[in-house]
């Protein structure tokens, strides 16, 4: 007889074993993201909940042209002036979309890439003008970076990141390579890239959308004649990855962040009632008589 007994295998419960199992490929993950410089969440979300839902912008007849009835939360969009005195009013739209995204629930601090020669010629983000959109300056990071060609590299390590809620950045002009890298970087971190761009739209981008913006005079605010009214801008999606090109006069409401699609100007001569014609041409007509005698 052996001196020695054999010592039974012991039975893991299912649930326990399953539990280890998950832990392990939990950790296995984390440590893969660490490597990919990825955050674990972005690993996680195999489902794809992580990109969130498209985010349209309220307007029919852009929403429509759109593939998916609005703007992707994890891509490239463009947007330029339609003139050199268009910028800031394409740097408005692009801030009331980022409004529009925070309005949809996607709260969290937004990257801003400037570089100084950009601030020097363009200006820099003006804080209560920022919150004037409806936005709060206390998200924003700013970064000014030294010279231009840095301005898409800090871009595309904020978007890999997966961390911030948006990256929004202004550039003179970049590349179809470099602006594909930047589709790549908001596929991977599944966080919305919005580039402000001063060439009009000239090269070709891999952006998903690209909007040439053009101001409007806007309608005198109704309790204060003086006042600025609501901004006014003409959009003008040039470029839709699946969708089509759509042209819309629309007013952007900072208390609602809300875009409508803009009335009939103000000021603009009245159209003549029923009726008068009748009534006012015999008096025109007695003031020539009376100016001729």
Known sequence: MSAFRPIPPTRVPRERA???????????????????????????????????????????????ALPEGGLAPDGLHEAAGASAADGP?????????????????????????QSRGGAARFGRLHGPGWRDLGLEPA????????CEKDVPWAMEEG?????????????????????????????EGATPALLLRHDELGPASAALTRWRVTALPGRADPFDEGAPGLPRWRLALVRARGGRPATCD?????????????????????????????VEAPHRSRGRAHASG
């Open 89 to 113: 009013a394409a740097a408005a739209f692009l801030a009331a979309l980022l409004a529009r995204h925070a309005r949809a629930g996607e709260h969290g601090p937004v990257l801003v890439c």
């Open 139 to 146: 998200d924003l990071l700013i970064l000014r970076a030294r």
């Open 18 to 64: 399953e539990a280890v199992a998950h832990a392990d490929l939990a950790a296995l993950r984390r440590r893969i993201a660490a490597l990919e410089r990825r955050p674990a969440a972005l690993e996680d979300a195999t489902d794809g909940s992580r990109a969130g839902r498209p985010w349209p912008l309220g307007i029919d007849a852009l929403d429509g």
């Open 159 to 187: 978007l890999r990141c997966g961390a911030l809620a948006a990256v929004l950045a202004e550039a003179e002009s970049i590349e179809f390579t470099v602006s594909r890298r930047l589709a790549l970087a908001a596929a």
């Open 250 to 278: 629309v007013e952007w409401n900072r208390e609602t962040g809300d875009f409508r699609v803009a009335a009939a100007l103000a000021d603009r001569p009245a159209a003549p009632r029923a009726g008068a014609s009748a």
